[in-house]
């Protein structure tokens, strides 16, 4: 079920949107999950969101994005953007490129045409994945002499609190899907992901990463290394601590009424809260999205926040309780 994408408007707005391929289709090597991270970044410039954290799989992804307030974008900004789209243009895409700078700079219809038409596709995380599937659709077709569509749904997406322990331990689940499909022990080893780019000295990936702990650390070392706490609990190391229980282990203890583990080893199962709680942040950030969630959906009673279970989560709440299978 594709969840809808709650609009925040006047502030800068966090949202994890994942995507799956055609029946979960395992479709993408090493060269395929190249070409997607590379486009991620592209099209995240072009439409003027923020990346904080991704991951790419064989049969889907995982993106975690800021979009940031609304600002008049200059033209000379518009054809930067423009250009980001086609590193290696065409003689016909630089000669398009060349007509609308010089219809920018006469100004008149054309012109105000333009700006319509390119700052329709900036600013919003919907425009941000629809071109993203577009794209690489099209490369990934053509590459294969490949015929229909590649992605399953249009894409799902969770509202997340901006700062703390709601945005931190969202990046840090999405950094450990190589660790729950069993690629690798570590996420660092794992090349198509946002924090092993932040290790590898990705200028991009490390200020995402810094965006991701600003409200406790300053500063990429820091940064660096709180996250690794997070992901691998206080050893901050798979080996270290006995905190990286396995996925089989996990699920086990679940098993049991009221078993709680910690936010480490919980991390290595699958999650169903943060793709489908819709929601995500403390109580009172959650509260403040509930006239809006019922008005959306026709609702004759207001939702309430829902708290996470199963693990020391602290003040994360969700706005879909999601009673069946949380886990797996």
Known sequence: MRTRRLK???????????????????????????????????????????????CVMSNHFHV?????????????????????????????????????????????????????????????????????????????????????????????????????????????????????????????????????????????ARKGLSRIWSDRVAGIPEALRSHRALIFGKGSAPAEGKQSIDRKKALKVLEKEGAVLPKAAILRCRVRYFSDGAILGSKAFVKGYVDAWQMERGRQRPPKPCDLQGADWGDLAVIRGLRRQIFG
Not at 29 to 40: C, I, N, Q, T
Not at 177 to 194: E, H, I, M, Q, S
């Open 8 to 54: 925040v408007h006047g502030r800068p707005a966090v949202y994890h949107c994942m995507t799956r391929t055609v029946n979960g289709e395992p479709l993408f090597k090493d060269r395929e999950k190249e070409v997607l991270r590379k486009m991620l970044w592209q099209v995240a410039d072009f439409c003027g969101v923020e990346v904080l954290t991704y």
């Open 64 to 204: 975690l994005v800021r979009v940031p307030d609304l600002i008049r974008i200059t033209d000379g900004e518009l054809m930067r953007r423009y250009r980001v789209l086609y590193p290696k243009p065409t003689k016909y895409q630089a000669e398009s490129a060349k007509v609308m700078e010089r219809q920018l700079q006469e100004g008149g219809k054309e012109a105000d045409a333009i700006r319509i038409r390119l700052q329709a596709r900036m600013g919003d995380v919907s425009e941000f994945m629809k071109a993203v599937k577009q794209r690489f659709s099209v490369w990934y077709n053509r590459t294969h002499e490949r015929y229909g569509t590649l992605w399953s749904e249009r894409f799902k997406s969770v509202l997340v609190e901006g700062r703390g322990n709601p945005l931190q331990t969202m990046a840090a689940y999405i950094d450990l899907n190589p660790v729950r499909a069993g690629l690798v022990d570590d996420p660092k080893d794992y090349r198509f992901c946002g924090y092993a780019e932040a290790v590898a000295g990705s200028g991009g």
